[in-house]
């Protein structure tokens, strides 16, 4: 179970960190426009949920690897 969840959270993550947000070979107001809309209550944009995820991603992971070390 713990497994499942590690890998279904780090594909989600994967997802939204290959989303592109910004471009450091832009000039700011270009590379602002690649800005999105935030999408999590209002507040938190793609960067955000992609650090969200991959957090809960690897708390899991930890989780498989204390299970199976019992």
């Not at 780090?10 to 960190?17: A, H, K, L, V």
């Not at 426009?33 to 938190?44: E, Q, S, V």
Request: with cysteine; proline share 4%; aromatic share 28%.
């Amino acid at each position: 179970f713990f497994m499942f969840l590690t890998i279904l959270f780090m594909i989600t993550s994967i997802y939204f960190f290959e989303l592109p947000y910004a471009n450091k070979f832009l000039t700011p107001d270009e590379s602002m426009a690649l800005n999105r809309p935030c999408i999590l209550f209002g507040y938190f944009d793609t960067h955000d949920v992609w650090h969200f995820l991959s957090s809960f991603g690897i708390f899991f992971m930890f989780l498989t690897t204390w299970y199976i070390d019992q």
